[in-house]
């Protein structure tokens, strides 16, 4: 059994690792499993629009640890190349600790920029779940106590060893109004599309596809469809 | 038996062997150095002995006391590890575990008497650096040889990654799966609900989605990266060994890879295994045999006809393969077979994962015991399983031995070792130890325990363990123990032979019994680089004979 207590000596080791530089020597010997690593995913980089809409959108992860702690950064964010503005932009920094072969539980802090400046908790886990679906969830505390979800759901289908299509499911939801920020209690955007990406490297694929999305607020609600062009790449 | 007693026992046999056996005193001097080399079309460096890629092949003779003076001209430390050679555990090469390692600038003298023949091997065992090219062969010639063959080769089998060892090893840490391009894929979906019906097909991808995993998943570093060398040489290169007709060509075949199983076969040739692991086992005829990383087999060969031969050595996922050339005259060319498909892992290799966790079935044994010993595969003879049973009780000469059986492969249950050996007996206890891991964050462990975490494992100097290895992930795993042989349990009791690496396939569960022979502190890892240095690796400590009687 595996056990979850914490630990301090690891804990000051990867932070001792993190500060130091983040690069790692040669080992000594050949069997050090404590090695840091660390990885940044632009899982999408993309434009997405339609006639009367043109967006860039980002939705990017960097982690650096150990197999069992981990430093997340997430940040997703769109831009109105029309408006001049950027529609959401935030940046989450989360601690993660793996709990389970294929899952790891985070808990953290959001900042929002735009469309309002606000600060969150978030307590939230990502994984593999059976079937090969990916999972990033989190619940998201506003500081009056107000409760808001994120769930994404992804799935990857090989039509050859380099070209995958990728389904999403993107669900975002709030326990109840909240005002200041224009938020209407329900389903507060649900996104479904489809990637088509090449895989010219692992670590480099361009893709096409599109995107339902569906939002609702306070002030208006609105549904589109989108086509997306953009590319994967990490490092 | 008193301690001064047995001192002085000891001593009185040492003297005789003192007076002759001195007489041979060989110094070696290996001198660990870069160099730039290109083997993939980009220059790249390697770490090399001696300025040579493979190191170079030591030719030591049993009862001999070497002296190997080790020179680190590298910017890290290195250490030189002798690879299935029993002697003092100091002596051993494992930094953090026998010695400190050797600092750059600074030179280690390895000493110790080579009590054994055979054909074995030896390898860096700091940081990436076997993987970099620091590894070589060892050939020890037999105290009283018998025989020989008119031709003798070395075949060091070994793989080349493109990339920085350490850029392969972050990136299986990003992406498990990132060397794999032999997934199933929409169209294999097709193709299987045509031939295998639309039932069985949902319900074998609902139970790999079940697990998370993939049937293809046989090596977890391909071709996709690596190339595979024989002595150093790629296909294209096609290294060659010189033969003439009729005569008899003893093949010293050793996997130095990193992370790759072969399937060597030499297409027109049957191949009379005589010694793995450098240990002479009774003459069995294949047409194949599998080498697990780290493993040797010694092959007979007698090409007959007047034209060249390939040695082709498949790597066991299929994703590339190694070549060399058996020739009577140079630049003479044997066609080069076609690779075969590879094949996918079944449930039935899942064993426990597929049953599910906590419930760990009895599930099929990979060696079964003399009772229940159904027929090895492909065999063609029918006698061999009384063979078995009643071997044969003396030691002959292998090179001129019958075959005890002939087989299209070669497996664990044909090798059965020449001579009884001695001091056989049931064990005292058994260790059992899971082999496990976690494929999708690549992280290696025994017992769900990588190294970091884990406690050595004791054991008492004279002691019989038997280990049972019980493989609950889908890779094969090389089991290697440093300093104290592993006598496979194939059901041949006195006859079972002794290994250095025992490859457990996935799912299976191999017995071994080790005789704690060799005091210290030994290394006891998988042999593939990237699984022991993520965690597949722990100390055993052979406790002090003093301890014993406390
Ligand atoms: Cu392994």
Redesign the pocket.
């Known amino acids: 059994m595996k056990t979850y207590s914490f630990n301090p000596v690891e804990l000051r080791l990867l932070l001792g690792s993190l500060l130091a530089g983040l690069f790692y020597a040669h080992p000594a010997s050949a069997q050090d499993d404590r090695m840091i690593f660390s990885r940044f995913m632009a899982e999408r980089f993309e434009y997405e629009g339609n006639e009367n809409l043109h967006l860039f959108k980002w939705d990017i992860k960097h982690w650096i640890g150990n197999d069992d702690h981990k430093l997340y950064l997430k940040t997703e964010g769109d831009y109105s190349a029309d408006q001049d503005i950027f529609g959401r932009a935030d940046l989450q920094l989360l601690y993660s600790r793996n709990i389970d072969t294929f899952w790891d539980f985070q808990i953290g802090a959001r900042r929002a920029f735009e469309p309002e400046r606000t600060f969150d908790a978030v307590i939230g886990f990502q994984g593999l779940a059976p079937y090969f679906v990916e999972v990033d969830g989190a619940v998201f505390i506003t500081d009056n106590g107000n409760l808001l979800g994120r769930l994404s759901l992804g799935y990857e289908m090989l039509l050859t060893q380099r070209l995958i299509l990728m389904p999403r499911i993107e669900v975002n939801v709030a326990a109840e109004d909240i005002e200041n920020r224009g938020v209407k209690a329900g389903v507060t955007e649900f996104e479904a599309g489809m990637r088509l990406r090449y895989e010219i490297e692992r670590e480099f694929a361009p893709y096409v596809g599109f995107d339902y999305v569906e939002e609702e607020s306070l002030r208006e609600h609105h549904h589109s469809v989108r086509f997306v062009v953009g590319m994967r790449f990490w490092y | 038996m008193n301690l001064s007693y047995r001192r002085f026992f000891i001593l009185a046999l040492w003297l005789p062997l003192l007076c002759f056996g001195s007489a041979r005193a060989g110094t070696y001097t290996l001198t660990i150095d870069e160099k730039a080399v290109n083997l993939t079309g980009k220059p790249q460096t390697a770490i090399v002995a001696n300025g040579s890629l493979p190191a170079p092949t030591l030719h030591w003779r049993e009862g001999e006391e070497v002296t190997l003076n080790v020179v680190n001209r590298l910017k890290e430390p290195t250490s030189i590890h002798w690879h299935g050679i029993v002697l003092p555990y100091r002596m051993d090469g494992v930094p953090g575990i026998s010695f400190a390692g050797i600092e750059p600038g600074k030179i280690f003298t390895y000493r110790f008497r080579v009590k054994q023949n055979g054909t074995y091997w030896y390898h860096g065992h700091s940081g990436m650096q076997e993987q970099q090219g620091l590894f070589g062969a060892l050939v020890i010639e037999p105290a009283h040889p018998h025989r020989p063959t008119e031709r003798d080769y070395v075949l060091l089998l070994s793989d080349w990654p493109e990339a920085d060892p350490e850029r392969t090893l972050a990136r299986l840490k990003k992406q498990s799966d990132y060397y794999n391009f032999q997934k199933r894929t929409v169209a294999n979906l097709f193709t299987d609900l045509r031939e295998r019906g639309v039932s069985e097909t949902i319900n074998d991808r609902l139970a790999w989605g079940q697990m998370r995993m993939e049937p293809t998943d046989l090596a977890d570093v391909t071709g996709a990266t690596y190339h595979f060398l024989v002595n150093g040489h790629t296909p294209a290169m096609d290294w060659a060994a010189l033969f003439s007709p009729g005569d008899r060509v003893r093949l010293r075949i050793v996997n130095a890879s990193a992370m790759t199983h072969f399937d060597v076969r030499i297409p027109g040739l049957k191949m009379r295994v005589i010694e793995a692991d450098g240990q002479p086992v009774m003459p069995v005829d294949v047409e194949e045999l599998r080498i697990a990383v780290a493993e040797t087999y010694d092959v007979l060969v007698e090409p007959e006809a007047d034209r060249a031969y390939r040695i082709f050595a498949e790597a066991m996922d299929r994703s590339g393969f190694a070549s060399a050339t058996l020739t009577p005259k140079i630049g003479l060319q044997a066609e080069l077979p076609k690779m075969r498909p590879h094949t996918l892992l079944t449930l039935a290799d899942m064993g426990p994962m597929h049953v599910g966790h906590g419930a760990h079935a009895e599930h099929q044994a990979a060696v079964p015991n003399d009772n229940g010993l159904d027929q090895p595969p492909h065999a063609d003879h029918a006698d061999h399983t009384g063979h078995q049973r009643h071997p044969r009780p003396a030691s002959v000469p292998h090179a001129e031995a019958p075959a005890m059986g002939s087989y299209k492969a070669l497996d664990y249950r044909h090798l059965m070792a020449a001579a009884p050996n001695r001091g056989w007996r049931q064990p005292d206890r058994e260790i059992r130890l899971r082999?496990t891991g976690n494929m999708y964050r690549y992280i290696?462990s025994f017992d769900d325990v990588k190294y970091s975490d884990s406690e050595p494992i004791r054991v008492k100097f004279g002691e019989h363990i038997r280990f049972t290895y019980v493989n609950e992930t889908m890779?094969n795993?090389?089991i290697h123990l440093h300093g104290l042989w592993q006598y496979l349990d194939n059901g041949n009791g006195a006859f079972n032979p002794k290994k250095h690496v025992i490859n457990v396939p996935p799912g299976q569960t191999v017995s071994v019994i080790v005789i704690a022979d060799a005091e210290g502190e030994w290394a006891f890892h998988?042999h593939?680089l990237y699984?022991m240095d993520t965690g597949?690796f722990r100390k055993l400590i052979v406790e002090k004979a003093e301890h014993v009687r406390e």
């Open positions: 082999l290696w890779m795993h090389p998988c593939l699984h597949m």
